[in-house]
């Protein structure tokens, strides 16, 4: 239900789009996240679009990194601007009906995921 794009290598200090097409989501209300991984380790939350459109942000990203919804396609993006190689990882969105309600770090509030899309930015 939710599929990611828009991954690639980039140079630090580069730009990506990342983009988490949703299909078959009916819901009135529903929170996305943005989540990357690297090999063996876990999951970290990057940022999340609640249902009442507001945003929030790791600490890692903030003033890097942008979440947007575009209603009209179904479709959530994360802009990352100056990029740098501790980016690098697979980034996944993940999403919930309803809100995410505080707990949007916490990958197990979500309940579909897609299969992600990889990052890698080279020094």
């Known amino acids: 239900q939710l599929a990611e794009s828009g991954g690639g290598s980039v140079e630090s200090g580069g730009s990506l789009r990342l983009s988490c097409a949703a299909s078959g989501v009916t819901y009135n209300a529903y929170c996305v996240g943005w989540f990357r991984q690297v090999q063996g380790k876990d999951h970290e939350a990057v940022a999340v679009?609640?249902?009442?459109?507001?945003?929030e942000y790791a600490d890692a990203v903030k003033g890097r990194f942008t979440i947007s919804l575009d209603n009209a396609k179904n479709t959530w993006y994360l802009q990352m601007n100056s990029l740098k190689p501790e980016d690098t990882a697979m980034y996944f969105c993940a999403g919930k009906p309803l809100d995410c309600s505080g707990a949007w770090t916490s990958g197990n509030a979500y309940k579909h995921w897609g299969r992600g899309t990889q990052v890698t930015v080279s020094s």
């Open positions: 679009f609640d249902s009442d459109g507001s945003e």
